[in-house]
């Protein structure tokens, strides 16, 4: 099956260095590109070689997926934004490159996104990755990443949780 969504993106603290830069099936495919500022979106688009830098978050109102790849620091006060800014009830959303899981309270949850996240596993050349949350969101997710001839092993929430305190261990010993 072909992955034919458009998809938007919300970019801050390195998109260009992240997995999804070197993913050329979702880089097809996206749009808007909404950064902090009209200027940090293009610039983010140009980076990419991808997508259109957008002002506003209410250009991401027809995107069939939308993927947030965003400081974690800073992903609650984005996903705030988001909610008041478009009507998410139904639509897939996908964090990227967090420690949480897809089941954290918040913004995403009260407006009724379908929520997954999707993590690369270190050290395996961005050819494994971990996803979970939503069902139907994850099993976009396995075929958008099927075409870059990559996989995902899908995880439940508690699962993942378990894994995020590893990986938080892990990283605190470095």
């Given at each position: 099956?072909?992955?034919?969504?458009?998809?938007?993106?919300?970019?801050?603290?390195?998109?260009?260095?992240?997995?999804?830069?070197?993913?050329?099936?979702?880089?097809?495919?996206?749009?808007?590109?909404?950064?902090?500022?009209?200027?940090?979106?293009?610039?983010?688009?140009?980076?990419?070689?991808?997508?259109?830098?957008?002002?506003?978050?209410s250009a991401l109102a027809?995107?069939?997926?939308?993927?947030?790849?965003?400081?974690?620091?800073?992903?609650?006060?984005?996903?705030?934004?988001?909610?008041?800014?478009?009507?998410?009830?139904?639509?897939?959303?996908?964090?990227?490159?967090?420690?949480?899981?897809?089941?954290?309270?918040?913004?995403?949850?009260?407006?009724?996104?379908?929520?997954?996240?999707?993590?690369?596993?270190?050290?395996?050349?961005?050819?494994?990755?971990?996803?979970?949350?939503?069902?139907?969101?994850?099993?976009?997710?396995?075929?958008?990443?099927?075409?870059?001839?990559?996989?995902?092993?899908?995880?439940?929430?508690?699962?993942?949780?378990?894994?995020?305190?590893?990986?938080?261990?892990?990283?605190?010993?470095?």
């Open positions: 099956m072909k992955f034919r969504k458009t998809g938007g993106l919300i970019g801050a603290g390195g998109v260009a260095q992240s997995f999804l830069s070197r993913m050329p099936a979702l880089l097809a495919h996206v749009g808007p590109i909404k950064g902090a500022s009209l200027h940090v979106s293009r610039r983010i688009a140009n980076n990419l070689r991808a997508g259109t830098g957008v002002k506003d978050y027809k995107c069939g997926i939308i993927f947030i790849a965003v400081p974690e620091d800073v992903l609650d006060k984005i996903a705030g934004e988001l909610a008041a800014a478009v009507p998410l009830g139904g639509k897939p959303v996908v964090i990227c490159d967090v420690l949480r899981n897809s089941q954290v309270p918040g913004p995403l949850h009260d407006s009724g996104a379908r929520i997954a996240t999707l993590n690369c596993i270190p050290g395996l050349e961005e050819k494994l990755f971990v996803a979970e949350g939503h069902a139907g969101v994850v099993a976009e997710l396995e075929r958008l990443l099927a075409h870059d001839q990559r996989r995902s092993e899908e995880h439940t929430s508690e699962l993942q949780s378990h894994l995020n305190l590893v990986c938080r261990l892990l990283l605190e010993k470095k």
